[in-house]
C-alpha cells in the first residue's frame, strides 16, 4: 500500500496487520503459557471498554507516515475501508483532519487545529496524489514482513535510503535492512580508543560516530552546563548503567551512570578544560584535576589522547586502540533506560508508574539485544539486529500484553 504514497516521502512504516493477527493468535492459542493474572487483561468484558467502528479494516495492512517539506509536517494514515460512512466521520478532538477515500482505501492526515497554510497545503498535496493512484496499482502480499519501516534521511542521519523490515519469530524480533552511507557522519577513524572490558555490570552499550548538527546542540547545553566548549565529536562508545534521580539546588535531576569515551575533531586538553569550571557553580563539586560530582555521582576524567577524553563513573576504565570505522551499534540490557534511583520522593513514585513499571517488566525478559550498521562496501550500508527473549517467552504475545496494560 506504500505505492499510494511518493517515494521522497521522509518516513513510513508499514504494518502487515494480518501477518500479526495470524502470528499472535497462533502464538497465544498454542504455544503460550499465560498465568491467570496475564489472561486477566484479556478479559475485555472487566474492562467495559467498547471500540467504535471507525470504518477501517483492521485485519489489513496500515501505513503510517510522517513527512516535512519546507518545514510543512505532516503525519497520517492510509488503511484499508469496509465502511466508507464510518471512514469519512472520524473526527479528532482539537485536531483538524484532511481525508480521503476511494471506496476501498483511506487516507488521513492529522494537523493541529491552529495549522498555518503551508502545512495544509503540504497535506492536501499528499491526499490528492495519493488518491490519484487507483486500486489495481495495489498489490497485497502476505508474504510482506510484519513491519518495514522507511526513511529517507538527510544531511544529520548516518543512512540514508533506509528500508528495514522486522520479523516476528516465536521469541525473537529479526531486523534486517539497507541503506547508503553519509559519509560526513561516517568518518574513517585512523585511531582510536574503545573499551575493552567485559562489563560485568548491566549496561546498554552505545557506539556512534559524528554527533549529527540535531543532536550536537543538546549536548552543547549540556556541556555549556559545566562551563565546557568542546569541539566536534566525531566517535564515541558509551556505556549506560541507569539514573539517579537527585534534588540539587533545589531542582530535580536526571543524572546519568554512564561510561562515555570521547574522540574530537581537533586536540582538546583536559585540565585547562576542567579549570574552565566555574568554582561558584553550585551544581558541580571539583574533587581533583581528575574527578568531580553532581549530587551524589562522582565522575572520573581522563586525557587519553590528544584528541580523546573519558568521563565516567569507573574510575580506571580498561581500553584498547582500534582502527576502523566508527559505525553505530547499540547492545546489552535496554532495561537500564529504566533503571532509575534515588532516595527521594520523585524517584519512588517514578519507579511505580504502571508506564515505567510496565515497560521495565517487558525488557527485562529481553535476553538478548543488538542492532547494527555494517559495511557493504562502497556507499552501502547494511541494518542488522535480533531481540530475543528468555527462553520460553514469546514476543507477539509479550507485547500485545505489553499494548493491552498501556491501554488500562
Not at 522507511?150 to 529479526?174: M, P, Q
Request: aromatic fraction near 8%.
Amino acid at each position: 500500500m506504500g505505492k499510494f504514497l511518493d517515494e521522497d516521502i521522509n518516513f513510513v512504516v508499514s504494518l502487515n496487520t494480518e501477518k500479526a493477527i495470524k502470528t499472535t493468535l497462533i502464538d497465544l492459542l498454542y504455544k503460550s503459557e499465560l498465568s491467570e493474572n496475564e489472561l486477566a487483561y484479556f478479559d475485555t468484558d472487566k474492562k467495559q471498554t467498547s471500540i467504535q467502528n471507525k470504518g477501517i479494516a483492521i485485519n489489513k495492512e496500515l501505513i503510517y507516515f510522517y513527512d516535512v517539506e519546507n518545514n510543512a509536517t505532516i503525519q497520517g494514515f492510509i488503511c484499508h475501508i469496509n465502511d466508507e460512512k464510518a471512514f469519512n466521520r472520524i473526527k479528532i478532538d482539537d485536531k483538524k483532519l484532511i481525508k480521503n477515500t476511494n471506496g476501498k482505501q483511506g487516507i488521513l492526515i492529522i494537523l493541529n487545529k491552529n495549522a498555518d497554510s503551508a502545512n495544509v497545503k503540504h497535506a492536501e498535496s499528499v491526499v490528492r496524489k495519493a488518491m490519484q493512484t487507483t486500486p489495481n496499482q495495489f498489490s497485497y502480499n502476505n508474504e510482506k514482513p510484519v513491519l518495514n519501516v522507511r526513511f529517507k534521511g538527510n544531511e544529520h542521519t548516518y543512512a540514508n535510503n533506509v528500508s528495514v523490515n522486522l520479523e516476528v519469530k516465536d521469541d525473537k524480533i529479526i531486523i534486517n535492512g539497507s541503506g547508503t552511507k553519509n559519509h560526513n557522519l561516517l568518518n574513517l577513524i585512523n585511531e582510536h580508543h574503545v573499551f575493552s572490558h567485559e562489563n560485568e555490570r548491566k549496561h546498554l552499550h552505545i557506539q556512534a560516530g559524528k554527533i549529527p548538527n540535531s543532536l550536537y546542540k543538546y549536548f552543547t547545553i549540556i556541556l555549556e552546563d559545566l562551563n565546557l566548549d568542546l569541539p566536534q565529536i566525531i566517535a564515541q562508545q558509551l556505556d549506560l548503567y541507569g539514573f539517579s534521580i537527585e534534588n540539587i539546588s533545589g531542582s530535580t535531576t536526571f543524572l546519568p551512570k554512564i561510561d562515555w569515551l570521547l574522540k574530537f575533531e581537533t586536540p582538546l586538553n583536559l585540565k585547562e578544560r576542567m579549570k574552565a569550571i566555574e568554582s561558584q557553580n553550585d551544581r558541580i563539586e571539583i574533587i581533583d584535576s581528575s574527578s568531580f560530582k553532581i549530587g551524589s555521582i562522582q565522575y572520573y576524567c581522563q586525557q587519553i589522547s590528544e584528541d580523546e577524553i573519558y568521563i565516567g563513573v569507573t574510575k580506571n576504565p580498561k581500553l584498547e586502540k582500534h582502527i576502523s570505522t566508527s559505525l553505530p551499534f547499540i547492545k546489552g540490557d535496554p532495561a537500564v533506560t529504566l533503571n532509575i534511583e534515588g532516595e527521594g520522593l520523585i524517584a519512588q513514585i517514578v519507579n511505580v508508574m504502571p508506564p515505567v513499571k510496565n515497560s521495565k517488566d517487558f525488557l527485562e525478559k529481553i535476553e538478548h539485544f543488538e542492532i547494527k550498521i555494517v559495511d557493504q562496501g562502497e556507499d552501502k550500508l547494511g541494518i542488522e539486529g535480533e531481540i530475543k527473549l528468555y527462553e520460553d517467552q514469546l514476543i507477539s504475545t509479550e507485547l500485545l500484553l505489553l499494548a493491552l496494560k498501556f491501554a488500562g
